[in-house]
């Protein structure tokens, strides 16, 4: 799946691409499984849901779960 410009770091403005809500499911539930989430039914409820949304809104939060996924340095 194409990575339809996800922002890596801190975002300081809405995401311009697009991508249909079927796709914008897969990605929601891909991000999901490759940080080693388990999903329940009720999670796959969630997907759905949220892999609806505006495409500014899922984008931002794929990027908030890549960049937690990857750990790092914590205060």
């Keep these: ?3 339809h410009h ?3 770091g ?10 249909p ?11 999901l499984t490759n940080a080693g989430v388990e999903l329940g039914s009720w999670d796959e409820r969630m997907v759905e849901w949220v892999g609806g ?15 937690a996924s990857q750990g790092g340095d914590r205060p």
């Design 1 to 3: 799946m194409s990575d």
């Design 6 to 8: 996800i922002p890596d």
């Design 10 to 19: 801190p975002i300081e403005s809405s995401p311009t691409d697009y991508m």
């Design 21 to 31: 809500n079927a796709d914008q499911r897969a990605l929601v539930r891909e991000t």
């Design 53 to 67: 949304w505006d495409w500014t809104v899922v984008a931002v939060i794929v990027s908030w779960l890549r960049r």
